[in-house]
T-cell receptor
Framework: DTGVSQDPRHKITKRGQNVTFRCDPISEHNRLYWYRQTLGQGPEFLTYFQNEAQLEKSRLLSDRFSAERPKGSFSTLEIQRTEQGDSAMYLC?????????????FGPGTRLTVL | SQQGEEDPQALSIQEGENATMNCSYK?????LQWYRQNSGRGLVHLILIRSNEREKHSGRLRVTLDTSKKSSSLLITASRAADTASYFC?????????????FGTGTRLQVFP
């Protein structure tokens, strides 16, 4: 399968714990995006990388959130001291700057539940 | 924040009928894309229409774009039960100078067999 993959698919954690999610983009894609989606809403942008550089961060990304893409391939999103309001689906997408249009391909998401 | 809204929020039809959903957005755009999301799953890219295009077809999908009204519509013809999903429009706004996508609130489509 050459699509975007995310791990884990589901995560249940207690409030105050740290969690880390991983995203593996399509191999030839140099851009990687993180979005968050709460129930009944559309996805909201969190941050994105071009290669290993983090180019933009949303104001939704509080200082408890950190994202990395150390080698320009896979990315991790860490949430420290989780809160119940962090419960959401975290979606990763990738795209290529060599493509003419900004078509983003999404992974299956990681559903986070904070108890 | 969401870029715009889809209308209707929910739509129920019988198999074989056509489904039309609309999307409105707020700022000038480069492209507008439509995505489908099955319950609890990731998003599947359906179709992209450029800001200088007015209509585009892909299989049973027809998308229109009216930049003067800042709106788009997605028509699914001869719907099937498998089309049951949420549908989102997404734009990459010129003014943001970024490639991030801004999504609407979605239309939940239910197709009954």
């Amino acid at each position: 399968d050459t699509g975007v993959s995310q791990d884990p698919r589901h995560k249940i954690t207690k409030r105050g714990q740290n969690v880390t999610f991983r995203c593996d983009p399509i191999s030839e894609h140099n851009r990687l995006y993180w979005y968050r989606q709460t129930l009944g809403q559309g996805p909201e942008f969190l941050t994105y990388f071009q290669n290993e550089a983090q180019l933009e961060k949303s104001r939704l990304l509080s200082d408890r959130f950190s994202a990395e893409r150390p080698k320009g391939s896979f990315s991790t999103l860490e949430i420290q001291r989780t809160e119940q309001g962090d419960s959401a689906m975290y979606l990763c997408a990738s795209s290529s700057t060599r493509a003419f249009f900004n078509e983003q391909f999404f992974g299956p998401g990681t559903r986070l539940t904070v108890l | 924040s969401q870029q715009g809204e889809e209308d209707p929020q929910a739509l129920s039809i019988q198999e074989g009928e056509n489904a039309t959903m609309n999307c409105s957005y707020k700022t000038s755009i480069n492209n507008l894309q439509w995505y489908r999301q099955n319950s609890g799953r990731g998003l599947v890219h359906l179709i992209l229409i450029r800001s200088n295009e007015r209509e585009k077809h892909s299989g049973r999908l027809r998308v229109t774009l009216d930049t003067s009204k800042k709106s788009s519509s997605l028509l699914i013809t001869a719907s099937r039960a498998a089309d049951t999903a949420s549908y989102f429009c997404a734009t990459d706004a010129v003014s943001y100078n970024t490639d991030k996508l801004i999504f609407g609130t979605g239309t939940r489509l239910q197709v009954f067999p």
